[in-house]
């Protein structure tokens, strides 16, 4: 069964990376009939580089402007009527241009999820250039939350169980 929202057919989901985005996006995306998409997978295969790559070589100012181009690209299918489920990358939604565009895109989901659950799932990965410093992670993180509230509206990640998350998305009032 798809279902429609009742605004342009985009969900967005925005959190902290860890936050399980990407997890419970493409499970979300399932359960409604979506097609679903990795905003940091769809960087990484454009420019044939790891994002991990793309900041050590040329700079997170330069992520950061691929990653406003990619969005734009996401946000034109879901303008096309073509229902899709979006997992942001953490810094994504900080940007004030890229929360205009999606604001005027879609819905907006904070994947709230605590800092040490969030630790606990992203130590060790290489992969994940921002969390190699565990005292710059721990400010990011707190830098970043406001940004996030501001998304419209906050599912509390509570478990490990990504359908915890897709459930609450499912049954938030009014949205389809």
């Not at 999606?102 to 606990?120: H, K, P, T, Y």
């Amino acid at each position: 069964m798809i279902l429609k929202l009742k605004r342009t057919p985009g969900i967005f989901l925005v959190g902290f990376m860890g936050s399980g985005k990407t997890t419970i996006g493409r499970k979300l995306a399932e359960e409604l009939g979506w097609s679903f998409a990795d905003l940091d997978d769809d960087i990484e295969t454009r420019e044939a580089a790891r994002i991990s790559d793309i900041f050590e070589n040329r700079g997170e100012e330069e992520f950061r402007r691929m990653e406003a181009l990619a969005l734009e690209e996401r946000v034109r299918q879901v303008r096309a009527a073509k229902p899709l489920v979006l997992a942001l990358g953490g810094g994504a939604f900080v940007q004030p241009a890229n929360r205009e565009l999606i604001a005027a895109s879609g819905v907006s989901f904070w994947l709230d999820c605590q800092l040490e659950r969030i630790e606990e799932r992203v130590a060790g990965f290489a992969h994940r250039p921002l969390a190699k410093d565990p005292q710059r992670f721990r400010k990011l993180y707190e830098v970043r939350k406001d940004a996030y509230a501001q998304a419209d509206f906050r599912i509390p990640i509570a478990s490990d169980d990504p359908m915890d998350a897709v459930r609450s998305i499912l049954e938030t009032p009014g949205l389809f």
